[in-house]
């Protein structure tokens, strides 16, 4: 099955500390791309990073940074300094396997910063 | 650059009622389009796809239909609206062929009564 798992389903930190959401996931393919998505309050769904596979290096986003493992099929989500802003849902999602034209998405966290 | 709408924000719907979600692309071509429904707090579910004018497929089988009658304009239909059907619904695109970057619209509030 192609699954995206985040074992996390809440998360809770005090502002300014450092948070790392979890993500694995299963697929075939050897090269491939996998994101993080926002969802605040207002539900707008927003980009926050995306890794491809083949490069080594992990992406970085401003105050956003990824762990990606690939060998282990993992896929966290770092978030330096945390904001009030960044209270939301997180996504992990990635394209299904052999070509499919849709993203499979993990169940998300609700990560809550508290002042 | 690229934009998608949607419309309406909000909606609130009798049931047995009919439904009519609308969602454009602007500054792109021949996008893969895409319709998800969300229900509070919970994760997103794929409903239907189309990666051309005319081409749909279906993820759940349900009272809802899509249609692309032109190039970035995908429709959510229901010709009798359930209490279950309602939710938050999102549409997205991403470039044709593509796997990059799926990107969303601002979605629409469903509530039926």
């Known amino acids: 099955a192609q699954t995206v798992t985040q074992s996390q389903p809440e998360m809770s930190v005090q502002e300014a500390e450092t948070v790392t959401l979890s993500c694995t996931y299963d697929t075939s393919e050897s090269n491939y791309y996998l994101f993080w998505y926002k969802q605040p309050p207002s539900r707008q769904m927003i980009l926050v990073i995306r890794?491809?596979?083949?490069?080594?290096q992990n992406a970085t986003e401003n105050r956003f940074s990824v762990n990606f493992q690939k060998a282990a099929k993992s896929f966290s989500l770092k978030i330096s300094d945390s904001q009030l802003g960044d209270t939301a849902m997180y996504f992990c999602a990635r394209w299904g396997d052999q070509g499919a034209q849709k993203l499979v998405f993990g169940q998300g966290t609700r990560l809550t910063i508290n002042p | 650059s690229q934009t998608i709408h949607q419309w309406p924000a909000t909606l609130v719907q009798p049931v047995g009622s009919p439904l009519s979600l609308e969602c454009t692309v602007e500054g792109t071509s021949n996008p893969n389009l895409y319709w998800y429904r969300q229900a509070a707090g919970r994760g997103l579910q794929l409903l239907f796809y189309?990666?051309?004018?005319?081409?749909i497929s279906s993820e759940v089988p349900q009272n809802l239909s899509a249609s692309r009658p032109q190039d970035r304009q995908f429709i959510l239909s229901s010709k009798k609206l359930l209490l279950s059907d309602s939710g938050f619904y999102l549409c997205?695109?991403?470039?044709?062929?593509?796997?990059?970057?799926?990107?969303f619209g601002p979605g629409t509030r469903l509530t039926v009564l």
């Open positions: 890794q491809e596979a083949y490069k080594q």
């Open positions: 189309s990666v051309g004018i005319g081409q």
């Open positions: 997205a695109w991403t470039t044709s062929g593509s796997s990059d970057t799926q990107y």
